[in-house]
């Protein structure tokens, strides 16, 4: 066996766990194991990882939190169905988009963008410290600066809405970042496709960031949701699908 083949000579310990859960999320999310299908036994995955038992089981324990296996006594190991998947896992929402491109997935992880980055952007305005709102005026400052070639367009815009959720202050929607960036790197490179241009538009974003600056809730709330209201509309309008009542 070759360097190249022996996932032992890359990884070790920790790193070989994450390479074990990445490499089995895929195949499952890819449908390489159908769903209710009996998942390879312990040994066989030991010897196909060069892993240990207890690197394995962990692995194996992090993708059944992942919504993605079942073990139960007597019935060993088996592929769960997509429906008991845990979508919100940013793995898995990685996963799933990378499969195979579904318009459906962002248009529905868009919609659940609608019912969160509004008011998230609200509570900004009302109660976010000083070093926090620089954050978000930093973030369009790259994406202006991304306008004139001088900056990635998409780590910036995915900094600015990253800084908004941060910037509300609530646990809760904190722990929507991973999930967000994961997903925006994909549906912004599509939604800045269908609109023709290769980058967000700083100007719309500013409209945002502006309002949390003056401290207006109610006008950042709105100015997120035409925003990410526009994104949507071009989904749908690609997919062939209805526009959305405005929330």
Known sequence: MSSDDNPRSAFDGRNLTAHIVH????????????????????????????????VLREAVKMLTAKGLLSARPRQGTRVQPESQWNLLDPDVLRWMLERKFSIDLLIEFTDVRLAIEPRAAALAAAVATGAQRAQIMAAIDRMVAADNGDDDALAADIAFHVAVL????????????????????????????????PRASAEEHKRVADAIAAGDAERAAGEMRTLIEGALNLLLTRGGLPSRPRA
């Open 23 to 54: 490499d089995l999320g895929r195949a499952i999310v890819t449908e390489r194991y159908s769903s209710g299908q009996a998942f390879p036994v312990e040994a066989d995955l030991c010897r196909q990882y060069d892993a240990s038992r207890p």
């Open 166 to 197: 941060n910037a509300s202050n609530n646990r809760f929607l904190r722990q929507f970042t991973d999930l967000a960036e994961t997903t925006l790197r994909f549906s912004i490179r599509r939604t800045n496709e269908y609109k023709g241009v």
